[in-house]
């Protein structure tokens, strides 16, 4: 996972800010509930108080790692966007293209939001919806840039792209590399092929 930088050298980190940082590594490493609070303050060098001022609670401290980490997938798509503007196609291909060389990684654990989806299995707790709603962000995103292609059936093609981005978080931690996620940029170029026509 990209971290997002941190505070400026000119601003001195913050209490928060050192939970925020300490909570990015562990629970992506560990998976949220592995991980208790205990932890993540000795990590960050803090007392509770100063997590429960920020945060008030583990679960809210959970949702905003979930936002930081959402924050990182768009940094990479306005990356691929600044790559190839005006060019859906490319953009697509180019993210694919990334996420098939970052599953090979050796610390990969793929997608802190379905893991968090999968770590928590009742729909109804706060931090199992706030991954979903930002999963649903991603969706759209994808409809969208569909839409622009003039795929046969946008939402078609958008679902099926979402499976190849699950699937490749899963497998890029159960195979050893580079395994099945180093071709999931060449699985989506036929899809949008499919749809899309070839370029």
Not at 41 to 61: C, E, I, M, W
């Amino acid at each position: 996972m990209s971290i997002p930088p941190s505070p400026s050298p000119s601003r001195r980190p913050t209490a928060a800010d050192r939970i925020r940082q300490s909570a990015r590594d562990l629970f992506y490493r560990q998976g949220i509930r592995a991980v208790g609070v205990e932890e993540i303050v000795q990590n960050a060098g803090v007392t509770k108080p100063s997590l429960y001022r920020a945060f008030h609670s583990k679960d809210g401290l959970a949702t905003a790692f979930l936002a930081d980490y959402q924050d990182c997938f768009w940094d990479r798509i306005a990356l691929v966007r600044a790559a190839h503007p005006e060019d859906p196609r490319a953009q697509l291909l180019a993210y694919f293209e990334g996420l098939a060389e970052r599953s090979a990684a050796p610390d990969y654990r793929g997608c802190a939001l379905t893991n968090a989806i999968l770590d928590y299995p009742d729909r109804t707790h706060p931090v199992r919806q706030e991954a979903a709603r930002l999963k649903h962000q991603v969706r759209d995103w994808l409809v969208e840039r569909a839409h622009q292609m003039g795929a046969t059936d946008p939402d078609q093609l958008a679902d099926g792209l979402i499976l190849l981005m699950e699937g490749a978080y899963v497998v890029g931690q159960a195979f050893p590399p580079p395994g099945p996620a180093a071709r999931v940029g060449d699985c989506a170029r036929l899809l949008i092929e499919a749809q899309c026509g070839p370029r």
